[in-house]
């Protein structure tokens, strides 16, 4: 069993910046392609990004070039740093892990959610 905390949201202007960590206890960490996904009301949840252990990092094209997906095994720790902030990117972002390494962009691939994280981005 794993455990996810996802923590960083809150409320930023357009232009701005956010840092999203999810925290991770219980099954070993390591071994796991961890992602990141967002829903917005009314809409499906979308991939938004994902990492192998070998932090080899795969992105949605909406996110390209302004997200950033990393992870420190050590600290059992993935995060999104977001920056160039769009409106659009306002959702709720849940953390998300595999029992396999192989990283996926379809969230029923992946066995474990944390409970989300609101972000807001004001016009």
């Known amino acids: 069993q794993v455990q996810l905390v996802e923590s960083g949201g809150g409320l930023v202007q357009a232009g701005g910046s956010l840092r999203l960590s999810c925290a991770a206890s219980g099954r070993t960490f390591s071994s796991s392609a961890m992602g990141w996904f967002r829903q917005a009301p009314g809409k499906e949840r979308e991939f938004v990004a994902a990492?192998?252990?070998?932090?080899?990092?795969y992105y949605d094209d909406s996110v390209k070039g302004r997200f950033t997906i990393s992870r420190d095994n050590a600290k059992n720790t993935v995060y999104l740093q977001m920056n160039s902030l769009k409106p659009e990117d306002t959702a709720v972002y849940y953390c998300a892990a595999r029992r396999s390494d192989a990283w996926s962009m379809y969230s029923n691939w992946y066995d474990y959610w944390g409970q989300g994280t609101q972000v807001t981005v004001s016009s």
């Open positions: 990492i192998t252990w070998i932090s080899l990092a």
